[in-house]
């Protein structure tokens, strides 16, 4: 059993990393910025703040693995790049040689967006560390894949997607496994890649999505100004030679 400390664990994937570690029985704490959240009797509670420094001391404190899965996208600056780095810092002043798992997303070499650009410096800032690292890039998850399409839903309810837009959905459950078994692992000290079971075009997971919610397919292919979506226009955002998912789109919706 080791102690491993989940940093964004009441988050979307950070719940089910929480829930695979608690199945192999480790001794779990999470950081999170607010104090009670439904985290799952036995996992210990610690607030802090990446963006800020706060709590990072104790959140640290004996603890054998970081799986690193905070984020914030509306400020990756500030909580992903420099939050990084004080958690880095903190666990070298722990002195304990700790394991750091990080969690990135595939193509983010590749892009401009600065979200993107961020995950990439918060990489470096992981290959650097001195830690024992691993870090896992996985593809979009299924669940956000489906807010991206909910929001480009009018008021009418049509859907209006881009054109030759392809993403590969990995269930975020099974990132959170393979997370899991990484950090139960040695150190990869390489960046390791995840992608879902199917390349599919957006046009396609979105008629999928309309008519699984037994809505006419009301699907259209237009011009739609977003910047991630013109990002995924590149394809880099794809691993087809790593799709290990398992769970497909249309298992996912049917759920
Ligand atoms: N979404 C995807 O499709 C996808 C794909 C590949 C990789 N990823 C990566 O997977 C990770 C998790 O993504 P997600 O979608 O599960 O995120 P999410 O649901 O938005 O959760 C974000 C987590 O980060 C924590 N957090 C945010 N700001 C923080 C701060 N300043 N200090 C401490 N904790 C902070 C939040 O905790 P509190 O609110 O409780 O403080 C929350 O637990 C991210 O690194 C993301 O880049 C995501």
Redo the contacts with the bound molecule.
Sequence with gaps: MASVLV?????????RIVAHLAARGHSIR?????RG?DAPRGVEEVV?????GEGLTSAVAGIDTVI??????S?PM???VA?TRRLIVALGEGGDAAKLV?????GVEHSRLP?YVA?RAVEREVESSGLAWSIV?????H???LSVLQSLVDDRGTLTVPDGTLLQ??D?DE?AERLVAVADGQPLRRIALLGGPEVLSLEHMARAYQETRGLPASVRVGVVHDPMLDAWQSRDQLTPEHAEGRLTWQQFLDR
Aim: proline letters at 2%.
């Design positions: 940093t964004g664990g009441t988050g979307r994937l950070g719940a999470v950081l999170s910025r607010t959240s802090g703040d990446l963006a800020s690193h899965a905070a984020s914030d996208s400020d500030a909580t992903d939050g990080y969690v990135s997303i595939v979200y995950k890039r996985a593809t979009q998850f669940s956000f894949a959905p990995v975020a990132v």
